[in-house]
């Protein structure tokens, strides 16, 4: 490796739920540097589902729709020979955590309710419940790493 690591960056924690994954989520949920509007939503999304889930609170819930949509494994090209392989690799930790982040908050854009915090909200809860676009995707992400098992001994 010729580049030196880059360092990381130190995140703080939110305001409201004293946790760094929350900052972390509405880091990425931020557009154009507006993270006071980020916050805004995404306290309100985790409101809405605290109302409408019985049994667990907001905050619960989200993390619970972040551990059912974080992938194991994804697939990575190699070209070999000419031909390119779907090479199944497992996911570094903090990987892992930014691609779940990444994903409820993509497919959470393509809904069709009114408001940003109700999509949000509504793919939250969807998320847990295993259900949902981003549920689907790392189901996705599985089935193409199990269907290229075989080309897992030409790993990086």
């Not at 306290?43 to 109302?51: K, L, Q, S």
Request: hydrophobic share 40%; net charge positive; no cysteine.
């Amino acid at each position: 490796m010729r580049r030196k690591k880059a360092k990381k960056i130190a995140i703080l924690p939110d305001p409201k739920f004293n946790d760094i994954q929350v900052t972390k989520f509405v880091n990425n949920l931020m557009l154009d540097g507006k993270k006071s509007l980020a916050f805004r939503i995404f306290y309100n999304a985790i409101d809405m589902v605290g109302e409408k889930v019985e049994g667990a609170t907001g905050l619960e819930t989200w993390k619970k729709a972040l551990e059912n949509i974080t992938p194991p494994v994804e697939v990575k090209s190699r070209r070999i020979g000419g031909a390119t392989f779907q090479i199944p690799t497992p996911v570094r930790d903090s990987r892992k955590e930014s691609l779940a982040m990444k994903w409820l908050i993509s497919f959470s854009r393509k809904r069709n309710e009114k408001t940003m915090a109700q999509k949000l909200a509504f793919e939250v809860i969807s998320a847990s419940k295993e259900e949902g676009a981003a549920y689907k995707k790392k189901e996705d992400t599985l089935r193409m790493a199990e269907a290229n098992k075989a080309f897992s001994h030409f790993r990086f």
